[in-house]
């Protein structure tokens, strides 16, 4: 029996998680004491361009979720690859401010406002039973990628230059992603005659009477809810609280922990280990995660994985040795590495495949004002405080305030919906 298609999508998405995190915060993380060294920059001046393209990113993403439900994400991840990778070609040949922040404009805008909406919706259009799985496998990509790629850069860093070390990030994008999204994505099983998880083909009569009879066959099946029925559900608008607050801090912690450690008296090389720990056990939490929501309601496991993530920073704000730092890296890793599961498996789960990007794209902007300003407003407090120790107890609340939304965001009930065939 062949394969079903819907792992190659998988695999595709992993690599391109992989090359997608030379434009995260935890690469930017390791290039930005080199080159506030080298410039004289602030670190909210560092940090500038990227606010402003995520924020931006945001409103693309509006534009571009109907497009991708309607004609997939094969030519945006494409084109995004493309174009991230020549945006880091040429961050290694800036000489001011302005320049480089208008590629991270440009580049965040992309990388945020279309490569990962694309990539947050295209794994669950392909399952339903095994989505909880299948989404963790394609996360693991982009958590291995926040292992590898900080490491790889450091170290070209450390020998050559942070010039060297970013412009070879941008070919790297361009020889792993490129080729795998144009020839292989496809948009939904439905274009090349299969169903979700690779089930037999069934007649839309029969799956209707399945759902009308209670068949525990139904769960092959799925309702979808359009973006009018969607903005009148209480759970979105708590979804979307809990998501935006921890998108701020999550987008803090990867771009500054990395600066944070070495002012704690780490070296650079022992914080992007700690890092790299904090990356690696993050692929065991997301298989863990992704097999739980298939076992447990996700709403539990999301709520109590919010209070987890919480915790983590009474060690974080404690770290005074690599040890310490290790202990941090490795908790915290593990109960924060199924968020991409959780918040791509829940939005499916609740709402359905039909106009998943769409609906992931109203949400975006508020993601990504809170993915844009989250690191400023950890910068802003660097620069007046001289320290990370406020606010990082303050994300701690907000993360905890995310477990009382995600308890609160109960599945929609009623009759009012469309079968997803």
Known sequence: MLMYYGWVIVIVIGLTGIVQSAQGHPALGVIMKPMIEEFGWSRSQFTTGMTIGSFLGGFLAVGFGPLIDRYGGRWVLTFGSAFIGGTLV???????????????????AINMGLVALAMQVIIPKWFIKKRGRAVAFGGIGGILGNAITPVYLQFFINHLSWRFAVILSGFIVWIIAIIPTAFLLRRSPEDLCLKPDGDTVES???????????????ETSEFSYSISMVVRQPSFYLLVIAFTLATAVGSSINLHTIPYLSDRGLTSTTSVYIMSVFSVTGVFGALAIGFLVERIPI????????????????ILVSIDSPVAGFVWGGYAGFVGG?????????????????????IRGVTSPMQMAANAFGPLLAAIAFDVMGNYLLI????????????????????????NRTLSI
Not at 341 to 349: K, R
């Open 90 to 108: 040429l961050t290694g040949f800036v000489l001011n401010l302005w320049q480089f922040v208008v590629l991270q404009i440009l580049a965040r």
């Open 204 to 218: 839309k009569k029969t799956i209707i009477s399945k759902a009308v009879g209670n068949s525990p066959d139904f």
């Open 299 to 314: 709403r539990s496991v999301l709520t109590a994985d919010f209070l987890l993530v919480a915790s983590g920073f009474i």
């Open 338 to 358: 199924g968020m991409f599961t959780l918040q791509s498996v829940i939005f499916a789960d609740y709402y359905g495949r039909g106009s998943l990007a769409t």
């Open 392 to 415: 990082f107890g303050i994300y701690g609340l907000l993360m905890a305030l995310s477990a009382g939304c995600a308890f609160l965001a109960r599945r929609p009930s009623g009759v």
